[in-house]
């Protein structure tokens, strides 16, 4: 449980994840001891399709779910997973602040239009990960140029399906828990004419 000072989180549930190209689900739980340790056991593939298959473990705290890193199992006896480290969830709170931002304008295509990738990492520096549950109060809101089109959530830490454009202004709608800051990206699309871009 992460904090000022992190402690071990007894009695709650570690699941460990099969995921294929095709599916994925749980295989296994197991409850953290005292120390907030677990162990799992993995069958030895049998087949191809097993021997291809990622793993991750979760585990859910105060409405929110948190997933280590795939794990390297194939020729391994043993697997040390990282810590996870789970927070608790608050709505309005702490700010989530932009720590960087990457703009890049293609040259003009032959219609004249440019595409344009952006590149942000946002910041929680506070003790509780940020949540919302309602598409008015978004956990961040980022500003694009108001003429631009075919806007398009990209890959990162927040996926794109958390993200919508409403007017000029991105709604990052996900949760955003404290730690290193979490990727985001999105590309548009800026008109013909026109002469330098302001970037809001």
């Known amino acids: ?61 105060d409405s929110r779910a948190y997933f280590s890193l795939p794990l390297n199992v194939l020729g391994r ?12 969830t608050t709505k309005h709170a702490p700010p989530i602040g932009l720590a960087r931002r990457l703009v890049t304008i293609a040259r003009p295509a ?32 980022g500003v694009i140029p108001s003429s631009a089109v075919q806007f398009q959530g990209g890959q990162g830490d927040i996926s794109p399906e958390a ?3 409403r007017g000029d202004r991105v709604l990052v709608l996900g949760p955003i828990p404290p730690g290193h800051a979490k990727q985001l ?7 013909a004419g026109g002469g330098g871009v302001a970037l809001p």
């Open 185 to 191: 990206s999105y590309g548009y699309v800026l008109p």
């Open 163 to 165: 993200m919508l454009l």
């Open 77 to 88: 006896p043993a697997v040390q997973v990282e810590d996870l480290v789970v927070y608790p």
């Open 1 to 61: 449980l992460g904090g000022r000072d992190s402690v071990p989180l007894p009695g709650t549930w570690a699941v460990l994840h099969r995921v294929t190209q095709d599916a994925g689900g749980p295989m296994d739980s197991v409850r953290t001891d005292a120390a907030g340790r677990y162990r799992m056991r993995l069958p030895r593939p049998r087949t191809v399709a097993d021997s291809s298959a990622g793993y991750v473990v979760s585990t859910w705290y």
């Open 110 to 141: 032959a219609d004249g239009t440019r595409d344009v990738l952006e590149i942000l990492e946002l910041e929680n520096t506070g003790l509780t990960t940020r949540v919302t549950d309602d598409t008015l109060v978004p956990t961040w809101t």
